[in-house]
């Protein structure tokens, strides 16, 4: 089988390859046609062309005094930058993710990168994993391990998964974009059909920020498949009905009002003007690192520290490499434009899928307005954390995870 890898604009050499086909019918290896085994291999020039460009970055001034209250402190991120330069070593990290099983699919004319992480368990559940923006797949490197294999993670062998851990169309190597009306629902239908593409005909789904937009369509389109939605970072929103706010708890009235509180200014630029904004980010590594960065302090707790408190720089650092890498920055952004400018509005119905509701300390989801969406049968309210659960506290994400398809697949007689 021959792997094709996507194209990535004005950029020569692609950070891929194709990987050491397995033997149809192994855990690891589907025996699918159209899907190709792949590995991300990024050619050195590529790398080269990173540290040359974080060298020759034209810094701008700031106003004394102001911290993060007006973005990015120049200080903060040329130590950063840096770093990413002299310090961060890529090899390594590309290493931690190719020590998984990747592969490559086309679903309706859409390109998917995926990992796929077969259990040793043999009656593990089925299980996708749905990332956010800014994040990627490696976002559920420390979840992968606990939720495939528990027995050797100290857990119970009968809570294990087999894992799917797409990249979203348009993120990562789940490129190029098919086209305009990659909305939340669309990416749904796509991965529905990699699921099914992959012989699983019952199974759960998680996900959060843009991945809890995805994940209940997932379940309103293949109610029959999908055994369970669990959730974090979910926004829900009030729809303009009478008495709708009214008689919130204290909780979900401070989560209300963090919500009308937030500085939104990527959100209008990715919901509006996705491409323009895609030429800074394509064109400079900094600019793209604190693009990123920002949300990674605006969201991570504790809110007072910086990000690299609350997640290892490096592991910031890879995420933002795989946005820069691959070229990402407009492809990514679409599905806010997508979901805000061209989105038909429109009550939608309430999902029928058993669902589970995480929330951090940071998340601002109200249970009301949660509810009256979903199908919600667990809500928890962890009290620590931020927006980047699986890498904040990811024994909390699998114990969740685990508690909450354990008493779908195992109900309690």
Request: glycine content about 10%; proline content about 9%; hydrophobic content about 40%.
């Amino acid at each position: 089988m021959t792997n094709t890898v996507p194209d990535l604009p004005d950029v020569p050499d692609v950070p891929g390859a194709p990987g050491t086909p397995g033997t149809p019918g192994t855990p690891d290896t589907p025996a699918v046609p159209g899907i190709a085994s792949f590995r991300i291999d990024v050619p050195e020039n590529r790398l080269d062309d990173l540290r040359a460009r974080l060298a020759a970055t034209r810094w701008p001034e700031e106003l004394p005094g102001v911290g993060w209250s007006r973005g990015v402190p120049v200080a903060y991120l040329k130590e950063l930058a840096d770093h990413w330069r002299t310090a961060y070593d890529w090899r390594a990290h590309e290493a931690a993710l190719n020590a998984h099983p990747q592969y490559l699919a086309d679903v309706d004319g859409q390109n998917v990168h995926f990992l796929h992480v077969r259990s040793p368990e043999p009656g593990a559940v089925p299980l996708i994993l749905l990332h956010g923006w800014p994040g990627s797949v490696a976002d559920f490197l420390d979840v992968i391990g606990p939720l495939t294999d528990p027995r050797a993670h100290g857990g119970d062998p009968a809570d294990a998964f087999h894992l799917v851990v797409p990249s979203l169309p348009g993120f990562g190597f789940s490129t190029p974009l098919a086209g305009p009306g990659m909305g939340a629902a669309r990416m749904a239908s796509v991965l529905t059909g990699l699921m099914s593409r992959l012989g699983y005909a019952r199974y759960g789904v998680h996900g959060y920020d843009t991945g809890s937009w995805v994940a209940p369509r997932m379940g309103a389109q293949a109610p029959e498949q999908v055994i369970g939605v669990h959730v974090n970072a979910l926004l829900t929103f009030p729809v303009g009905a009478e008495g709708e706010t009214d008689g919130l708890t204290e909780a979900d009235q401070e989560r209300w009002q963090a919500m009308q509180d937030v500085n939104d200014g990527y959100l209008q630029c990715n919901s509006k003007r996705p491409q323009t904004v895609a030429y800074a980010l394509t064109d400079s590594p900094v600019g793209q690192l604190a693009w990123i960065v920002e949300k990674f302090k605006e969201l991570t707790a504790p809110a007072d520290g910086l990000p690299e408190d609350s997640i290892d720089r490096d592991r910031i650092l890879t995420g933002v490499s795989l946005y820069w890498l691959t070229g990402t920055a407009a492809s990514s952004a679409q599905i806010y434009y997508e979901e805000v400018s061209a989105a038909e509005w429109g009550e939608a119905e309430r999902g029928t899928v058993p669902t589970a509701v995480l929330l951090s300390a940071h998340d601002v989801t109200v249970r009301r307005w949660a509810e009256r969406d979903h199908h919600v049968v667990r809500w928890t309210e962890l009290g620590r954390g931020g927006h980047f659960l699986a890498w904040e506290e990811p024994e909390a994400v699998v114990d969740d995870i685990r508690r909450f398809f354990g008493a779908l697949v195992r109900p309690v007689l």
